[in-house]
Protein backbone atom coordinates (compact mmCIF):
# COMPACT_ATOMS: atom_id res chain seq x y z
CA UNK A 1 0.00 0.00 0.00
CA UNK A 2 2.87 2.50 1.04
CA UNK A 3 4.79 1.70 -2.40
CA UNK A 4 1.21 2.58 -4.51
CA UNK A 5 0.91 5.88 -2.10
CA UNK A 6 4.62 6.67 -3.40
CA UNK A 7 3.64 5.34 -6.75
CA UNK A 8 0.63 7.97 -6.84
CA UNK A 9 2.39 11.15 -5.35
CA UNK A 10 4.79 11.23 -7.76
CA UNK A 11 2.30 11.25 -10.66
CA UNK A 12 0.79 14.29 -9.28
CA UNK A 13 4.14 15.73 -8.64
CA UNK A 14 5.12 14.82 -12.42
CA UNK A 15 1.79 16.00 -13.24
CA UNK A 16 2.23 19.43 -11.56
CA UNK A 17 5.01 19.93 -13.11
CA UNK A 18 3.76 19.77 -16.59
CA UNK A 19 1.03 21.93 -15.69
CA UNK A 20 3.20 24.30 -14.52
CA UNK A 21 5.36 23.72 -17.57
CA UNK A 22 2.20 24.45 -19.73
CA UNK A 23 1.78 27.83 -18.52
CA UNK A 24 5.11 29.00 -18.63
CA UNK A 25 5.41 28.24 -22.33
CA UNK A 26 2.62 29.85 -22.80
CA UNK A 27 3.83 33.21 -20.87
CA UNK A 28 7.26 33.02 -22.90
CA UNK A 29 5.30 32.84 -26.19
CA UNK A 30 3.63 36.11 -25.04
CA UNK A 31 6.53 37.52 -24.37
CA UNK A 32 8.11 36.82 -27.57
CA UNK A 33 4.92 37.65 -29.57
CA UNK A 34 5.40 41.09 -28.20
CA UNK A 35 8.80 40.97 -29.08
CA UNK A 36 7.81 40.01 -32.71
CA UNK A 37 5.48 42.94 -32.94
CA UNK A 38 8.24 45.34 -32.18
CA UNK A 39 10.58 43.77 -34.70
CA UNK A 40 12.75 42.03 -32.26
CA UNK A 41 13.08 39.12 -33.66
CA UNK A 42 16.28 37.87 -32.19
CA UNK A 43 14.67 38.22 -28.63
CA UNK A 44 11.16 36.95 -30.22
CA UNK A 45 13.24 33.69 -31.32
CA UNK A 46 14.92 32.81 -27.76
CA UNK A 47 11.36 33.37 -26.21
CA UNK A 48 9.65 30.84 -28.32
CA UNK A 49 12.98 28.56 -28.06
CA UNK A 50 12.15 28.84 -24.57
CA UNK A 51 8.46 28.02 -24.84
CA UNK A 52 9.30 25.00 -27.28
CA UNK A 53 11.94 23.64 -24.75
CA UNK A 54 9.16 23.83 -21.92
CA UNK A 55 6.07 22.43 -23.96
CA UNK A 56 7.44 20.44 -27.05
CA UNK A 57 3.71 19.60 -28.06
CA UNK A 58 2.72 23.20 -27.68
CA UNK A 59 2.29 23.88 -31.95
CA UNK A 60 1.88 27.07 -31.80
CA UNK A 61 4.80 27.98 -29.73
CA UNK A 62 6.65 25.90 -33.19
CA UNK A 63 5.16 27.83 -35.70
CA UNK A 64 6.02 30.72 -33.89
CA UNK A 65 9.80 30.02 -33.35
CA UNK A 66 9.79 29.15 -37.11
CA UNK A 67 8.18 32.54 -38.48
CA UNK A 68 10.67 34.66 -36.36
CA UNK A 69 13.49 32.87 -37.96
CA UNK A 70 11.61 33.10 -41.30
CA UNK A 71 11.29 36.69 -40.86
CA UNK A 72 15.14 37.44 -40.30
CA UNK A 73 15.68 35.11 -43.80
CA UNK A 74 16.99 37.97 -46.33
CA UNK A 75 16.07 36.77 -49.99
CA UNK A 76 18.82 36.96 -52.48
CA UNK A 77 21.35 37.71 -49.19
CA UNK A 78 24.12 35.45 -49.87
CA UNK A 79 25.78 34.75 -46.37
CA UNK A 80 26.60 31.96 -44.03
CA UNK A 81 24.43 33.99 -41.42
CA UNK A 82 21.42 34.28 -44.21
CA UNK A 83 21.70 30.51 -44.84
CA UNK A 84 21.78 29.54 -40.92
CA UNK A 85 18.16 31.81 -40.62
CA UNK A 86 16.97 29.79 -43.60
CA UNK A 87 17.97 26.37 -42.29
CA UNK A 88 16.53 27.58 -38.77
CA UNK A 89 13.02 27.95 -40.28
CA UNK A 90 13.06 25.26 -42.36
CA UNK A 91 14.10 23.10 -39.55
CA UNK A 92 11.12 24.06 -37.73
CA UNK A 93 8.58 24.13 -39.91
CA UNK A 94 9.22 20.43 -40.62
CA UNK A 95 9.25 19.65 -36.89
CA UNK A 96 5.21 21.61 -36.91
CA UNK A 97 4.71 19.18 -40.24
CA UNK A 98 5.73 16.34 -38.02
CA UNK A 99 2.81 17.14 -35.79
CA UNK A 100 0.79 17.90 -38.18
CA UNK A 101 1.10 17.28 -41.66
CA UNK A 102 -1.43 19.11 -43.24
CA UNK A 103 -0.51 22.54 -41.68
CA UNK A 104 -0.43 24.73 -44.48
CA UNK A 105 1.83 27.82 -43.19
CA UNK A 106 4.72 25.37 -42.88
CA UNK A 107 4.05 23.71 -46.29
CA UNK A 108 4.08 27.34 -48.05
CA UNK A 109 6.73 28.80 -45.83
CA UNK A 110 9.20 26.07 -46.72
CA UNK A 111 7.80 26.29 -50.93
CA UNK A 112 8.75 30.24 -50.40
CA UNK A 113 11.92 29.73 -48.61
CA UNK A 114 13.15 27.20 -51.72
CA UNK A 115 11.48 29.57 -54.15
CA UNK A 116 13.49 32.73 -52.55
CA UNK A 117 16.67 30.55 -52.81
CA UNK A 118 15.85 29.25 -56.85
CA UNK A 119 15.64 26.07 -55.73
CA UNK A 120 13.15 25.48 -58.46
CA UNK A 121 12.51 21.86 -58.15
CA UNK A 122 12.09 21.90 -54.37
CA UNK A 123 9.93 24.75 -54.42
CA UNK A 124 7.50 22.76 -57.02
CA UNK A 125 7.57 20.43 -55.02
CA UNK A 126 6.13 21.64 -51.90
CA UNK A 127 3.89 24.32 -53.70
CA UNK A 128 2.66 20.90 -55.31
CA UNK A 129 2.20 19.35 -51.39
CA UNK A 130 -0.10 22.31 -50.67
CA UNK A 131 -2.73 22.23 -53.83
CA UNK A 132 -2.84 18.49 -52.18
CA UNK A 133 -3.58 19.29 -49.07
CA UNK A 134 -5.74 23.25 -50.24
CA UNK A 135 -6.79 22.54 -54.18
CA UNK A 136 -7.98 26.24 -54.36
CA UNK A 137 -4.91 28.11 -53.01
CA UNK A 138 -4.50 30.05 -56.08
CA UNK A 139 -0.95 31.64 -54.35
CA UNK A 140 0.46 28.01 -54.97
CA UNK A 141 -0.86 27.30 -58.90
CA UNK A 142 0.87 31.09 -59.44
CA UNK A 143 3.68 30.05 -57.62
CA UNK A 144 4.08 26.83 -60.30
CA UNK A 145 3.04 29.23 -63.04
CA UNK A 146 6.18 31.69 -61.84
CA UNK A 147 8.65 28.68 -61.52
CA UNK A 148 8.12 27.58 -65.33
CA UNK A 149 8.60 31.14 -66.34
CA UNK A 150 11.91 31.64 -63.91
CA UNK A 151 13.19 28.31 -65.50
CA UNK A 152 12.60 28.83 -69.19
CA UNK A 153 13.25 32.99 -69.31
CA UNK A 154 16.75 31.84 -69.01
CA UNK A 155 16.89 29.04 -71.40
CA UNK A 156 15.16 31.42 -73.99
CA UNK A 157 17.53 34.12 -73.82
CA UNK A 158 20.27 32.18 -73.95
CA UNK A 159 18.84 30.48 -77.35
CA UNK A 160 18.29 33.82 -78.78
CA UNK A 161 22.07 34.97 -78.40
CA UNK A 162 22.90 31.69 -80.07
CA UNK A 163 20.45 32.51 -83.16
CA UNK A 164 22.00 35.54 -83.11
CA UNK A 165 18.68 37.34 -82.04
CA UNK A 166 17.24 39.55 -79.22
CA UNK A 167 14.77 39.29 -77.08
CA UNK A 168 12.97 42.54 -78.67
CA UNK A 169 13.03 40.91 -82.19
CA UNK A 170 9.59 40.32 -83.54
CA UNK A 171 9.74 36.95 -85.25
CA UNK A 172 10.32 33.68 -84.46
CA UNK A 173 14.13 31.30 -84.44
CA UNK A 174 15.08 31.28 -87.49
CA UNK A 175 17.91 28.41 -86.87
CA UNK A 176 15.67 25.46 -87.04
CA UNK A 177 17.62 23.26 -84.92
CA UNK A 178 17.73 25.49 -81.99
CA UNK A 179 14.42 25.83 -82.36
CA UNK A 180 13.24 22.46 -82.52
CA UNK A 181 15.51 21.49 -79.54
CA UNK A 182 13.95 24.57 -77.28
CA UNK A 183 10.59 23.46 -78.57
CA UNK A 184 11.00 20.00 -77.63
CA UNK A 185 11.92 20.24 -74.38
CA UNK A 186 10.26 23.39 -73.14
CA UNK A 187 6.77 23.99 -74.65
CA UNK A 188 4.79 21.02 -72.65
CA UNK A 189 6.86 22.70 -69.82
CA UNK A 190 5.48 26.46 -70.36
CA UNK A 191 1.69 24.40 -71.35
CA UNK A 192 1.57 23.18 -67.97
CA UNK A 193 2.48 26.97 -66.67
CA UNK A 194 -0.45 28.68 -68.74
CA UNK A 195 -2.47 26.31 -66.99
CA UNK A 196 -1.48 26.75 -63.83
CA UNK A 197 -1.90 30.28 -64.19
CA UNK A 198 -5.42 29.22 -66.25
CA UNK A 199 -6.07 27.98 -62.65
CA UNK A 200 -5.08 30.71 -60.69
CA UNK A 201 -7.58 33.37 -62.56
CA UNK A 202 -10.00 30.62 -62.34
CA UNK A 203 -10.25 30.75 -58.44
CA UNK A 204 -9.17 34.59 -58.35
CA UNK A 205 -10.44 36.30 -61.28
CA UNK A 206 -8.18 39.68 -60.58
CA UNK A 207 -4.91 38.28 -59.65
CA UNK A 208 -3.43 40.31 -61.81
CA UNK A 209 0.46 38.91 -61.15
CA UNK A 210 -0.56 35.61 -62.81
CA UNK A 211 -2.36 38.14 -65.65
CA UNK A 212 1.49 39.51 -66.22
CA UNK A 213 2.72 36.08 -66.43
CA UNK A 214 0.07 34.61 -69.29
CA UNK A 215 1.57 37.73 -71.28
CA UNK A 216 5.37 36.80 -71.07
CA UNK A 217 4.95 33.31 -71.25
CA UNK A 218 2.35 33.45 -74.35
CA UNK A 219 4.62 36.43 -75.94
CA UNK A 220 7.88 34.28 -75.35
CA UNK A 221 6.68 30.76 -76.40
CA UNK A 222 5.71 32.79 -79.71
CA UNK A 223 9.57 32.16 -80.65
CA UNK A 224 8.75 28.87 -80.84
CA UNK A 225 6.27 29.06 -83.71
CA UNK A 226 6.71 27.81 -87.22
CA UNK A 227 5.56 30.90 -88.82
CA UNK A 228 5.54 34.65 -88.84
CA UNK A 229 1.81 34.62 -88.63
CA UNK A 230 1.36 32.00 -86.45
CA UNK A 231 3.93 34.13 -83.78
CA UNK A 232 2.08 37.39 -84.70
CA UNK A 233 -1.59 35.65 -83.03
CA UNK A 234 0.49 34.50 -80.04
CA UNK A 235 1.84 37.99 -79.41
CA UNK A 236 -1.60 39.44 -80.05
CA UNK A 237 -3.21 36.69 -77.10
CA UNK A 238 -0.07 38.09 -74.99
CA UNK A 239 -1.36 41.38 -75.55
CA UNK A 240 -4.33 41.01 -75.06
CA UNK A 241 -3.46 39.59 -71.46
CA UNK A 242 -1.19 42.73 -71.10
CA UNK A 243 -4.31 45.00 -71.48
CA UNK A 244 -6.08 43.18 -68.99
CA UNK A 245 -2.93 42.94 -66.23
CA UNK A 246 -2.85 47.16 -66.84
CA UNK A 247 -6.94 47.77 -66.36
CA UNK A 248 -6.92 45.56 -63.43
CA UNK A 249 -4.17 47.02 -61.70
CA UNK A 250 -5.79 50.25 -62.67
CA UNK A 251 -8.95 49.08 -60.85
CA UNK A 252 -7.28 48.68 -57.94
CA UNK A 253 -5.52 51.78 -57.58
CA UNK A 254 -8.32 53.36 -57.99
CA UNK A 255 -10.69 51.73 -55.50
CA UNK A 256 -7.48 51.99 -53.04
CA UNK A 257 -7.15 55.83 -53.81
CA UNK A 258 -10.93 56.17 -53.27
CA UNK A 259 -11.00 54.29 -49.94
CA UNK A 260 -8.11 56.71 -48.91
CA UNK A 261 -9.79 59.99 -49.47
CA UNK A 262 -13.16 59.01 -47.81
CA UNK A 263 -10.71 58.27 -44.78
CA UNK A 264 -11.41 54.98 -44.83
CA UNK A 265 -8.69 51.89 -43.80
CA UNK A 266 -7.46 50.27 -47.01
CA UNK A 267 -6.02 46.89 -46.83
CA UNK A 268 -3.78 45.35 -49.51
CA UNK A 269 -6.20 43.07 -51.76
CA UNK A 270 -6.14 39.29 -51.65
CA UNK A 271 -4.55 37.75 -54.59
Same mark, same amino acid.
Given at each position: ?????????? &?????? @??????? $????? &???????????????????????????????????????????????????? %??????????????? &?????????????????????????????????? %?????????? @?????????????????????????????????????? /??????? !?????????? $???????? /????????????????? %???????????????? !? /??????????????? !??? $??? =? !??????????? =? $?
Amino acid at each position: MRKLTIILAA &VVMTLA @ATGCNKL $KSRSE &VNDGVSAFKNAQYPQAVEHFKAAVDLDPTFLSAREYLAVAYYQQYIPGADSP %ENKQMADAAYDQFQK &VLEQNPKDELAIMSIASLFLNQHKWDDAKQWFEK %EIAVSPSKAD @AYYSLGFIVWSRWYPELGQALLSAGMRPEDQFPIKDKK /IKAALKE !KWEPVINEGL $KDLDKTLE /ISPDYDDAMSYENLLIR %ERAFLADTKEEYDQQV !K /IADGWLDKTLAIKKQ !KEE $KKA =A !KQASGGIVAEP =A $K
